[in-house]
């Protein structure tokens, strides 16, 4: 019942390798999307973020202006902090009950936890293994103005928030290098699966 934390810069292939690991049958537990549960109208994650930041971080339907919140912290290392004194506990409590609700399904289960932010926010967790998925800040670049529509300062702006890839780098028991083509990472993330089912 391996714990597996996958996580990479923006833009780097992370979603390509936990697709391909759950075609493969392990359990994908999506921090995106957790954060998104935690902060969904009527939560108390939301509530605390429109007593931190201001009620006009709630859009008219009720749901979090994202663009609003972001446009707020972003390049504010104490606002950021603030913000993630909010959301972080919620999403580790969350996604502990998944794990613990996957495991509790299927004690074999390989579950993955797909999350950008591990250096900064769970990097102490028990975790089994790390995987980190890699590609040159200048290859991440291009993939975010080609597929994504930013352009280059935007682009950079993105990568540059994210901690280095050294960072990443130095806490990996795996690096999925995917700077190549798909197949070429696909081969390296079956790899990984061979060795996870191994034990």
Known sequence: MPLIALTGGIASGKSTIARRLAEHGAIIVDADAIVRDVQAPGSPVLER????????????????????????????PELLGRLNAIV???VRAESQRRFTAAFAADPGAVVVYDVPLLV????????DLIVVAHAPAAVRLRRLVALRGLDEDA???RIGAQVGDEERLAIADVVIDTSGTMAETAAQTDALWERLRRG
């Open 49 to 76: 973020i429109a007593e931190e930041f201001g009620a006009e971080m709630i859009a008219p339907d009720g749901s979090l202006d994202r663009a609003a919140l972001g446009g707020r912290v972003f390049g504010d």
């Open 88 to 90: 972080h506990p919620a």
């Open 120 to 127: 900064e926010a769970r990097v102490d967790d028990p975790w």
């Open 155 to 157: 682009a950079a702006d």
